[in-house]
């Protein structure tokens, strides 16, 4: 079972509340926590990317750190850890996603992959006269097939001619080519979003309750057995912990009784024009659908928490509770989030891994990182 960190290169992180005083992204901050997880044996850190955030009082999201700009940094601290940027594929064309990847892959010696982001809140790139108009809520993965097929043909013959209803490439090169197989990781929950995954393979990062991970993790495996590609799938859960169940318990009500609900109506309005309203975006309806904002189980969906499960309790009862998650073989990996960063992470390393079966002989030395092929 590996483990990552959710990077905080976008304001105030994954928690949408007045609880934790807001705070901006930060190189220091991003330095420290991926620091901190190398040294405490997680295995990647992946970062985000938004061009429009959500504001309320806390202003949510309003500042974000470009992700390959701060994955190229941050191989230049670390020597062992995963690093994974974040592509959203209408603001960039992919010869030039190409390159950057191929630039990062030498830098790192190998330790990159690619988060695709098809792309959902249309106010983030109409502001740019990138939207595509309302049709792209339907033809998006799609969209995102041919781009990735770009991709893989630069990175693996160095030039590339196309011609589809998306893009023309006349002869475009792309020099020097990677040394190293970058995987490809997505967010796709949906059916379209996890027949994409079937489709290109790779990681399959699903933000989801635990109960309901199992048969997510199954129906994407069944999917890849038809298209023959190799394909894992990664929870996205926030992990909030302290000594007792009660400590960490009213962390967590404090965060939901203290939440930004500025900031997450205005997350809902573009969620709410998503045609596929499966996946990711039933995921945060699921959060409010009691009637209140930041109504819901913290553990299942609740928008104070962004709509991602949290797994909450001792240091003893996550475990319990990690390993249950683990327990289930097409589950390879947990991407986390916490209230607190770099004390979170030491926490978790030197309080709750040891306790985990699913880590028990883990050799971070050899299965460190996440890297083509290591599913």
């Known amino acids: 079972m590996k483990f990552g960190v959710f990077l905080p290169n976008g304001s105030d992180g994954y928690m949408i509340t007045k609880a934790i005083k807001p705070y901006p992204p930060t190189w220091e901050l991003n330095r420290d926590v991926t620091i901190e997880a190398e040294k405490q044996g997680l295995d990647f850190v992946l970062s985000m990317m938004k061009f429009r955030g959500f504001g309320g009082e806390t202003g949510f999201w309003d500042e974000c750190m470009e992700s390959f700009t701060l994955m190229a940094s941050l191989a230049s601290v670390t020597e062992r850890i995963g690093l994974i940027p974040t592509v959203t594929l209408l603001a960039q064309h992919p010869a030039y996603v190409a390159r950057m990847m191929a630039t990062l892959d030498d830098v790192s010696k190998g330790r990159v992959g690619l988060n695709i982001v098809t792309g959902w809140n249309k106010f983030e790139y109409e502001q740019m006269g990138m939207w595509r108009g309302d049709e792209y809520y339907k033809e998006r993965y799609e969209y995102a097939l041919d781009y990735v097929n770009i991709l893989r043909t630069l990175w693996e013959e160095g030039r590339c001619t196309h011609k589809s209803r998306y893009f023309e490439l006349k002869d475009c090169t792309v020099y020097p080519t990677p040394q190293h197989d970058i995987p490809i990781i997505s967010a796709g929950m949906s059916g379209a979003g996890r027949e994409f995954v079937s489709t290109v393979g790779g990681y399959n990062f699903i933000f989801s309750s635990p109960t309901k991970i199992p048969r997510l993790a199954d129906d994407l495996d069944k999917m890849a057995q038809k298209t023959g590609k190799e394909v894992a799938t990664y929870a996205l859960l926030h992990l909030v912990a302290a000594e007792t169940d009660d400590k960490a ?23 709410g024009l998503d045609t596929h309203q499966d996946g990711n975006i039933q995921q945060i309806r699921s959060s409010v659908e009691q009637g209140e904002l930041a109504g819901g189980d913290p553990e299942e969906a609740n928008m104070a928490f962004m709509g991602i499960p949290a797994l909450i309790g001792s240091y003893q009862t996550v475990a319990r509770k990690i390993d249950d998650i683990a327990s289930h073989p097409k589950v390879k990996g947990i991407l986390f989030s916490w209230p607190e960063w770099v004390s979170g992470i030491r926490d978790f390393g030197e309080k709750v891994i040891p306790l985990l079966e699913c880590r028990k002989d883990w050799d971070v030395n050899r299965d460190g990182g996440l890297r083509g092929g290591s599913f």
């Open 249 to 271: 318990w009213q962390m967590c009500n404090d965060i939901v009784e203290q939440a930004d609900l500025a900031a997450i109506e205005n997350m809902l309005v573009p969620a």
